[in-house]
């Protein structure tokens, strides 16, 4: 059974950092991202690696320079490193994995995710 499971959410200042975390079990992927969901807004892409190798980083532009997406292969788990970080970086964030290696920001490209971690950013 396929399983990516999130941790690290939690509520921070803004110019603070949080580190998300998120497990994968089950099978192996070649893609892993995160993506993000605000209040009554569409879930959008935030950050994008090729699990097996680390390269390919492919970043939203409201987080390029702030954000960092990293995995690590021997614990099956790929992070979001999250600095710098303003209110409006509020949201449910949600990691996701697919089989395929082509870069894609697409939520319907992505067939396994995770159940969401919340992140608030005061001000």
């Known amino acids: 059974q396929v399983q990516l499971v999130e941790s690290g959410g939690g509520l921070v200042q803004a110019g603070g950092s949080l580190r998300l975390s998120c497990v994968v079990s089950g099978r192996t992927f070649s893609s892993f991202a995160w993506f993000r969901q605000a209040p009554g807004k569409e879930r959008e892409f935030v950050a994008r690696i090729t699990y097996w190798s680390g390269s390919n980083l492919d970043y939203a532009d409201s987080v390029k320079g702030r954000f960092t997406i990293s995995r690590d292969n021997a614990k099956n788990t790929g992070y979001l490193q999250m600095n710098s970080l303003k209110p409006e970086d509020t949201a449910v964030y949600y990691c996701?994995?697919?089989?395929?290696?082509?870069?894609?920001?697409?939520?319907?490209?992505?067939?396994?995710w995770g159940q969401g971690t919340q992140v608030t950013v005061s001000s």
């Open positions: 996701a994995a697919r089989a395929y290696l082509e870069n894609r920001r697409a939520v319907f490209d992505y067939d396994y």
